[in-house]
């Protein structure tokens, strides 16, 4: 049985959640519309992922406290003015999604709810690798140059890493 502070704060998950996926889905129609379509499929690949992070808390609330409760979500954005603008974004949604993980783990501890704590950890450590990952792409688009030929390459690059990351599973 979670407290109220507690369950508030995992419902607000599932939004935030739930909006990540809005959001990446959103970025991948810009990048389609721009011809960068490897990109644009890393992008909806992800959008599916937050899909799989918003069942896991889903299930959890309605298994321990329960229930689990979606609530109004902002439009996400749409007009980006480059690609890199569209990676640094995710960079920045991503933190601010780490930052509400650890807002509910430091209550989970704060409260002794070890099942929410635990439950929490899958969530930590994905959140470092969706960091990492994001910084990565960031990173080699500087490098390579995100203009003319370079958003060709880039593209590529980023097919790439997403055939790396779902043979990894
Ligand atoms: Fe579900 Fe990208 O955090």
Redesign the pocket.
């Known amino acids: 049985m979670h407290s109220d502070a507690m369950l508030k704060l995992l419902n607000r998950q599932v939004d935030l959640?739930i909006f990540?996926s809005n959001q990446y889905r959103q970025m991948s129609a810009w990048c389609e519309m721009k011809g960068l379509l490897g990109c644009a499929a890393f992008l909806k690949a992800?959008a599916e992922?937050?899909l799989d992070?918003m069942r896991k808390l889903w299930d959890f609330i309605n298994e321990t406290s329960g229930p689990a409760r979606m609530g109004a979500l902002e439009a996400p954005k749409a007009d980006f003015e480059s690609v890199i603008e569209v990676f640094e974004s995710g960079l920045a949604h991503?933190k601010k999604?780490t930052a509400a993980i650890n807002e509910m783990v430091e209550l989970a501890l704060s409260e002794k709810d070890y099942a929410t704590f635990n439950f929490l950890q899958w969530y930590v450590t994905?959140?470092v690798e969706?960091e990492a990952l994001f910084q990565t792409i960031l990173e080699r688009m500087h490098l390579i140059g995100a203009e003319d030929r370079g958003l060709y390459f880039i593209d590529q690059e980023i097919t790439q890493m997403r055939s790396q990351l779902d043979s990894k599973g």
Do not use: I, K, R, T
């Open positions: 959640e990540s992800q992922e937050e992070h991503e999604v994905e959140q969706e």
